[in-house]
């Protein structure tokens, strides 16, 4: 089973579009995205293309594969138009591991939740990283439209053996094997 994981498009419908054809190349059996799909916020800059119901239309085409984390920028009305539920977080045993699956204004590295779990994974920082730390793996897919601190527009591929992080074109950035 593979699982391509995404966050932060913010309303880019030129970098949704290269998602898609990501999602096309690795051909996952499940995405998850991480939160902040249409809005781009007050704090960022408008994204190339900016056309979130464009967005909507396009993750809809994908919606019996996707499970999806509501970031700071995903309001209800966000909802109403996606074909697909929003969740506050996700919590998943995959390959005899308990991930947990969050956007990252609630929890991160420094602020866990009150589970028991071998990696978390969360978006909302807009770079792209895989780390451990007190036998925990953590891990970021950075942002598909607006990435920060001098990274790529980036999305994790998980799968039994290993967490990759590949930018958006296809590029293995980062790797962790278990």
């Not at 995205?33 to 396009?58: E, Q, S, T």
């Not at 591929?157 to 790797?175: A, D, F, I, N």
Request: glycine share 6%; hydrophobic share 40%; net charge positive.
């Amino acid at each position: 089973m593979k699982i391509l994981i995404a966050s932060d498009i913010h309303g880019s419908f030129y970098y949704a579009k290269e998602l898609a054809a990501a999602i096309k190349k690795e051909k996952p059996d499940k995405i998850v995205l991480l939160g902040d799909l249409y809005y781009h916020g007050v704090r960022n800059p408008l994204p190339k293309d900016y056309a979130p119901k464009k967005v909507a239309n396009l993750l809809n085409t994908f919606k019996s594969r996707l499970e999806v984390v509501k970031g700071n920028c995903d309001s209800e009305v966000d909802e109403m138009v996606s074909e697909f539920p929003f969740y506050h977080s996700i919590t998943m045993n995959f390959a005899g591991k308990r991930i947990f699956f969050t956007h990252g204004h609630h929890y991160d590295m420094k602020r866990l939740p009150n589970k028991k779990i071998d990696i978390m994974i969360y978006g909302h920082v807009h770079a792209g990283w895989i780390r451990e730390q007190d036998e925990i793996i953590f891990a970021n897919p950075g942002s598909v439209s607006l990435p920060k601190q001098e990274s790529e527009r980036s999305y994790l591929v998980l799968t039994e053996k290993s967490l990759m992080l590949k930018s958006l074109e296809g590029r293995v950035l980062q790797t962790k094997f278990f």
